[in-house]
């Protein structure tokens, strides 16, 4: 079966669940990969598991994340390219 369109069933409620089926990575997603591993690559990250909820991101916005993430998962907070705005 083929996903036609992007579709919600569920909440986030307790003793519930929220199943999302999007298209995006048929669409996007080799792209999106691309980013991320690009990303990861030029920072020399290696071993991490990351997870990316995609809602029509630019290429430059998830760089940005995902650089964002990385730095603060190091409690990087001084010397970054966009001169410290990470909280």
Known sequence: MDIK????????????????????????????????????KRLDVNDVKLTVVDKGALDCTIKARVECAIYRSNDIKGGLPWGGAIR
Do not use: F, P, W
């Open 5 to 40: 369109k992007s579709a919600v069933a569920g909440t986030l409620e307790s003793s519930d669940c929220m199943v999302t089926v999007s298209v995006v990575i048929r669409q996007y997603g080799r792209q999106i990969r691309k980013v991320i591993y690009d990303t990861l």
